[in-house]
């Protein structure tokens, strides 16, 4: 069974530009997460999405940064325009989904966003 | 809000040393997870265990979540374990969030 599905899995633009990843869950899970991970630090949750819906997007800064999960399987994160701060790894996480006894994360390789 | 504590942050082995690596949450928590993040920032799940013990070849973990904590014990360990090992909880009040420890970085000498 394929594991979450993250691309681009390295990227490097100039502050300002805008920037989008992608990622594809585990087949058949309903939740997906996006996370944030500064170096050194634990991931921190930016969105969590049950189906196509955005149940939770309390940390995600509205002002730059967007997600859509549409038909509630693929889902894009977007910044823009980016800064220099954004610098940091997003990790992709999906579960079988909260209403579900069994409902273990899995998490992509994760995207590096490098912000110059 | 909730804090997730893990002791010790950093630690040091000797290739075949054993270790315990703890999880403290401030409170009451619906899951917990165990995740081992390698050098590529790759995070690989150990164990899902809300309560009780497990154990998978050389790890084995303990979650008491009535008394608020849970273990990770590394048994004869390997260069392979280095990384950083962080707990994550499922919160039971208010959003279903999962919130992740401080890690604890783990490093074996061969």
């Known amino acids: 069974e394929a594991g979450v599905v993250q691309s681009p899995r390295y990227k490097i633009i100039e502050k300002k530009q805008p920037v989008a990843f992608w990622c594809n869950p585990i087949?058949?899970?309903?939740?997906l997460y996006w996370y944030l991970q500064n170096l050194g630090q634990g991931p921190e949750l930016l969105i969590r999405?049950?189906?196509?819906?955005?149940?939770?997007d309390s940390q995600l800064p509205k002002d730059r940064f967007s997600a859509e999960r549409l038909k509630g399987v693929d889902s894009t994160l977007k910044i823009q325009p980016a800064e220099l701060g954004d610098s940091a790894v997003y990790l992709c996480?999906?579960?079988?989904?909260?209403?579900?006894?069994?409902?273990?994360?899995?998490f992509g390789p994760g995207t590096r966003l490098t912000v110059l | 809000g909730i804090q997730v504590e893990q002791s010790p942050p950093d630690l040091i082995l000797q290739e075949g040393a054993n270790s315990t690596l703890r999880c403290n949450f401030s409170?009451?928590?619906?899951?917990l997870q165990w995740f081992h993040q390698n050098p590529w920032g790759q995070l690989i799940n150990l164990f899902y265990?809300?309560?009780g013990t497990k154990q998978n070849g050389r790890l084995s973990a303990t979650t008491v979540a009535t008394e608020r904590y849970s273990l990770l014990y590394i048994s004869s360990s390997q260069t392979t374990d280095s990384g950083v090992y962080f707990c994550?909880?499922?919160?039971?009040?208010?959003?279903?969030?999962?919130?992740f420890g401080t890690g604890t970085r783990l490093k074996v000498l061969a």
């Open positions: 996480a999906s579960s079988p989904g909260l209403a579900r006894s069994y409902n273990e994360q899995f």
């Open positions: 087949s058949g899970h309903n939740t």
């Open positions: 409170d009451s928590v619906n899951n």
């Open positions: 999405y049950e189906n196509e819906e955005a149940v939770d």
């Open positions: 265990i809300p309560s």
């Open positions: 994550a909880v499922l919160l039971t009040s208010g959003t279903y969030k999962y919130i």
